[in-house]
């Protein structure tokens, strides 16, 4: 039997393991995939049961993206570009990291709407976390050249600023300011999740027709999205995006792409608020 995890902190809201398990009943292999919950003293550790074989694949969700790195014997060059790893298996006598989530991002939602964007015009990135080097390097990968990103602590906007030099960082207390000319807004942030959340926006009004993609899925819209969607803009969550990177760390460990049936999203939205 082999044995899979998702290391994160906090974890309840994770599909992966339902996902993945249903993969496993899918293509008739012994493999099961669980939870776990731990601090950022214990990464080491759980890195080294890859390398001894205990664990045959791990997948990284926040906060530890990037803290999982200085464990990893081997990055791939989307690993290495993003410096975030969300996928670690075992290759060649090395513990690897991969980048799954810039697949995830791409295949889920970004060739369905390239059409749609004028590479040239502005796309507002909120947030500094784990996931979004793995956006902008998508977006820039589609020859997207105009990138403005805002955190409300600057500096960790400016630190990933460094990696790309397509980025403009702004102040979190601006955003409004720029929504007249942006064509799409990509939210990275947990802002939405909770009732109460204050919009980023101070109340500015969304052009119509501006394209708002969400990371989170569950709930299926946070409040900011409905907010967003009521002024007229075009709302996506980020539930394709986590069955696309999933659908490429189980090929990565098990050389079988799966399928994404409609039985599969259907158990997933079903488990989402």
Not at 187 to 195: A, D, E, Q, V
Not at 230 to 241: A, D, I, P, W
């Amino acid at each position: 039997m082999k044995k899979f995890v998702i290391i994160g902190n906090p974890l309840s809201h994770s599909l992966s393991p339902l996902m993945q398990n249903y993969w496993f009943k899918q293509n008739n292999i012994a493999g099961e995939y669980g939870k776990l919950e731990l601090e950022e003293q214990e990464l080491k550790n759980i890195t080294n049961k890859v390398k001894t074989g205990e664990l045959t694949g791990i997948n990284i969700t926040i906060p530890f993206k990037q803290k999982i790195i200085p464990f990893v014997e081997h990055l791939t060059e989307a690993a290495q570009k993003t410096n975030s790893v969300n996928t670690l298996y075992f290759e060649k006598g090395k513990v690897c990291g991969d980048n799954t989530d810039i697949y995830g991002f791409q295949s889920g939602f970004l060739n369905k709407i390239t059409k749609k964007i004028d590479n040239k015009k502005k796309i507002l990135v909120l947030g500094a976390g784990g996931v979004t080097p793995s956006i902008i390097y998508a977006l820039s990968q589609k020859k997207i050249v105009n990138i403005v990103l805002a955190n409300r602590t600057i500096a960790k906007a400016e630190a990933i600023q460094k990696q790309f030099s397509n980025v403009q960082v702004i102040p979190w207390n601006s955003l409004k300011e720029h929504l007249r000319d942006t064509a799409m807004i990509v939210n990275t942030t947990s802002l939405g999740m909770k009732t109460d959340d204050p919009t980023p926006f101070n109340d500015a009004p969304i052009n119509k027709g501006t394209i708002f993609y969400d990371v989170i899925y569950n709930p299926d819209k946070t409040t900011l999205a409905k907010s967003i969607q009521n002024s007229g803009g075009e709302v996506f969550n980020g539930l394709e995006m986590l069955i696309y990177q999933g659908e490429r760390a189980f090929e990565i460990w098990t050389g079988v792409k799966p399928k994404i049936t409609n039985e599969l999203i259907s158990l997933m939205k079903a488990e989402i608020q």
